[in-house]
């Protein structure tokens, strides 16, 4: 299997963000995220990547097709969302480069994509003199009734990358779960490495 990751700005990106925005409600209404999706929320969510001239989405692509996006910009961007889970961290937003959403369809999984999304964006991060990497993975009950019984956590794969969970550093978004009727709000657990 050809995977081609590459990472896109500017015109490319803005090209590429419906794609993306098919991608996460694909890939995120499985297990853990639960998220049921539409279109219309996800145009204006991405419109952040838009606006930011130091964003950057990385696409793995079978061909022309992309199968798999992830997406950065800098945490800067996003203070609405993140200040109150990085408030008492001694970290200032401006040098952390968040790592957001990475989705790849599950047949194109087991062949180093994930690790080509990371270096990708680390590279961006790095361009633009960023010291600090960050993103952030919902939290779940073990007990669950969704959790499927061979899950099997990225924490091995994003601690072997050098990142490590930030105490304390928990954001909260809401939305709603493909097997609830209303949106509920979900605690995402922040973890960091330095560049």
């Known amino acids: 299997m050809t995977i081609r ?14 794609d993306v925005a ?4 694909k890939v995120f209404s499985a297990w853990p995220y639960l998220y049921d999706g539409d279109l219309g929320y996800e145009r204006e969510y991405l ?9 950057v989405v990385v696409g793995a692509f079978d061909g022309a097709t992309l199968v798999g996006a992830s997406t950065g910009a800098p945490l800067a961007d996003h203070a609405d969302d993140f200040a109150a889970a ?3 961290t001694g970290i200032d937003l401006n040098d952390v480069f968040y790592c957001a959403e990475s989705v790849l369809l599950p047949e194109y999984r087991g062949h180093g994509v994930g690790h080509g999304f ?3 964006r680390e590279a961006h991060a790095r361009k633009y003199g ?3 990497c960050a993103f952030c993975g919902v939290q779940r ?3 669950h009734p969704l959790r499927p019984a061979d899950y099997a956590p990225l924490d091995p794969f994003w601690r ?17 779960d493909v097997d609830q009727a209303e949106e509920t709000k979900k605690p995402l657990q922040f973890w960091i490495r330095n560049l």
């Open 141 to 143: 009950p073990a007990d």
């Open 160 to 176: 072997k990358r050098g990142y490590q969970p930030l105490s304390g550093a928990i954001a909260h978004f809401s939305w709603k």
């Open 130 to 132: 960023f010291s600090k």
């Open 22 to 25: 098919r991608l996460r409600i």
């Open 86 to 88: 990085f408030a008492g």
């Open 5 to 18: 990751v590459e990472a896109m700005t500017g015109a490319e990106l803005e090209a590429a963000l419906d």
């Open 118 to 120: 990371f270096d990708a």
């Open 47 to 55: 419109q952040s990547y838009r606006d930011s001239e130091r964003a």
